[in-house]
């Protein structure tokens, strides 16, 4: 049976907020948003950086509750500048037939959840 990565969860419209290059590494994000996308901490993650085009492969480290915080640490720090726009993003592996469902977390201001959507394969 084949088996497929597939998008599972997606953060739009983020901002980031701090970068710090003397971190081991990662990407730390506002808990209550990680938990709007369905991203674990420590879950492997793409970041995408809109004003840039850069793109890199870290992983989510979860961030105080409520926060807004939306971090750039170790060699992702490099990604980008404070206030850049970034898309995060997170996949799942699904058989061949299986439905996948999507959680797609879009920000307002400050890096406040405005609207989760749920879309399924």
Do not use: C, W
């Not at 674990?40 to 915080?69: C, D, W």
């Not at 720090?77 to 970034?86: F, K, P, S, T, W």
Request: aromatic share 4%; charged share 25%; net charge positive.
């Amino acid at each position: 049976m084949m088996r497929r990565f597939m998008l599972k969860g997606k953060i739009h419209g983020a901002r980031i907020t701090r970068t710090r290059l003397d971190y081991d590494g990662s990407i730390t994000v506002d808990s209550k948003v990680l938990t709007a996308a369905g991203i674990a901490p420590f879950e492997m993650v793409h970041v995408l950086n809109l004003n840039n085009g850069q793109r890199a492969e870290t992983y989510a480290i979860a961030g105080k509750s409520g926060s807004g915080a939306m971090e750039l640490n170790g060699p992702a720090a490099r990604l980008g500048e404070i206030g850049d726009e970034i898309i995060v993003l997170a996949y799942a592996l699904y058989d061949e037939g299986e439905t996948a469902t999507i959680r797609v977390a879009r920000l307002a201001g400050k890096n406040r959840v405005k609207v989760v959507k749920v879309h399924s394969s």
